[in-house]
């Protein structure tokens, strides 16, 4: 089992494996910071826009863009596990097959 691990790591396919999904879900967790961080800034920073009123209802600009943030989280987290049980668990298993030959 230790000489599979061992094979496994000095694969270049292992590290650039690594590389890649690290950068990924770097620049996956940066967009949905950015978009938490910056609804809160404008929470923060200019209630007057958000306390706009959308149409002839009661409902504030808030509303729309809070639930808008949530609905984006869902959807990025969704593309992540989707590329993840695909792209990254095939890669992963090919790298461990090529190890125990």
């Known amino acids: 089992m230790q000489d599979v691990l061992d094979r496994i790591t000095k694969n ?3 590290h650039e494996f690594i590389a890649m ?3 990924y879900s ?3 967790a940066i967009v949905s910071a950015a978009i938490y961080y910056g609804f ?3 929470v923060a920073f200019d209630k007057d826009l958000l306390a706009q ?5 009661v409902t504030s600009l808030g509303v729309p863009l809070g639930v808008g943030v949530i609905v984006i989280t869902i959807v990025l987290t969704w593309i992540y596990v989707r590329r993840a049980n695909t792209e ?3 890669t992963n298993e090919a790298i461990i097959k090529e190890a125990q030959k």
């Open 12 to 14: 270049p396919k292992f």
């Open 21 to 23: 999904r690290s950068r």
């Open 26 to 28: 770097i620049i996956m």
């Open 40 to 42: 809160i800034l404008l």
């Open 53 to 57: 009123k959308t149409g002839a209802g």
């Open 88 to 90: 990254f668990d095939a």
